[in-house]
């Protein structure tokens, strides 16, 4: 695996080269999936952020450039807070050197980061001073095509000991979701919320 050099600012920062990301792009583009805000994905988020007790859920897609969180849960009051006491805007899409998500796409397996801080590659990375990400865990939505289409994750702004049990639960949220968006596709049917 290459990485792209670190940045001029002075921090470490290793975002995986992603040579899939062109073919990822159309796929997505054919799915209909990571440009437009899809409420199901949002309940998708929600109650992942129920079950795993996280402040942040998401459901992410990754092309070229970007990542758009298709599927987004917040907390009601914004715990993200910078240095200097204000809140960073959370909105849906952040550059593809931001975050944890890049990494678990190329990866193409589950990331369990309970304290960024710890790990001198994740401790540099701009959402962590922006927002204050103290703990993440994703998992990538991969296709039977073998297609990775983005991830599922949670974070906080805690240090978190997500532990077996919640990478168990962000690899199995993983797998169901591919199976709904499968199914999407192969029905021409609206992602179902339900079981």
Not at 50 to 63: C, L
Not at 85 to 108: A, I, K, M, N, Y
Not at 128 to 151: H, K, N, Q, W
Request: charged fraction near 25%; aromatic fraction near 6%; glycine fraction near 10%.
């Amino acid at each position: 695996m290459s990485y792209d050099p670190p940045r001029p600012a002075g921090r470490l920062l290793l975002t995986p080269e992603d040579k899939e990301a062109p073919a990822r792009a159309d796929r997505l583009r054919r799915l209909g999936l990571g440009e437009r805000t899809e409420p199901v994905l949002d309940a998708y988020a929600d109650a992942l952020a129920e079950v795993t007790g996280a402040p942040y859920a998401m459901v992410n897609f990754i092309d070229e450039n970007r990542q758009f969180f298709a599927g987004l849960h917040l907390p009601a009051a914004a715990l993200f807070v910078k240095g200097d006491g204000t809140s960073p805007e959370v909105g849906r899409t952040l550059p593809r050197d931001h975050g944890f998500c890049p990494h678990v796409v190329v990866r193409r397996k589950a990331l369990v980061l309970e304290d960024v801080c710890d790990y001198p590659r994740f401790a540099g990375n701009p959402v962590v001073d922006e927002f204050g990400i103290r703990s993440y865990l994703g998992a990538p939505l991969i296709e039977s095509t073998g297609m990775v289409l983005g991830t599922v994750c949670v974070v906080d702004v805690e240090p978190r000991p997500w532990g077996r049990p919640g990478l168990e639960t962000i690899k199995a949220s993983a797998a169901d979701l591919v199976a709904r968006l499968e199914r999407r596709e192969g029905d021409g049917l609206p992602i179902q919320t339900g079981r």
